[in-house]
């Protein structure tokens, strides 16, 4: 299954609507895709997560990621640079939590996590 149909599915499973939030990220975020990876995202201010458009954003806040070396990828492909990437996890007790992330510590981290 291509990332792109993960995705759909996993909307789909929650019930949430992929074609409206995909809409919406190729209108107000980022959407990348390709045959291996998918994501999408927006600019975020940390401290207002939810207020849209962020004003003075901080943060990538990653939507969704599908595919491997994502996040990775994704810091290659962003519009601009900001200090922080975010996201919540999609399960679990800390569905509803915040995961914010310094963007050069990450970057650091998935560098020395890929090496051989």
Sequence with gaps: MTPLATAK???ADSGKDFEQDLVWHLQSGCVFNTPDRFMMG?????????????????????????GNGCLQWFINQAPY????I???????????TLKVY??????????????P
């Design 102 to 115: 310094a963007t050069e510590q990450l970057t650091k981290r998935i560098s020395w996590a890929a090496q």
């Design 9 to 11: 599915k996993h909307y």
């Design 42 to 66: 927006h600019a975020i201010k940390v401290d207002e997560p939810n207020v849209w458009p962020a004003k003075e954003p901080d943060a990538w806040y990653v939507t969704y990621a599908a």
């Design 81 to 84: 640079p900001l200090p922080f």
């Design 86 to 96: 975010a996201w919540r996890r999609n399960k679990g007790d800390a569905i509803n």
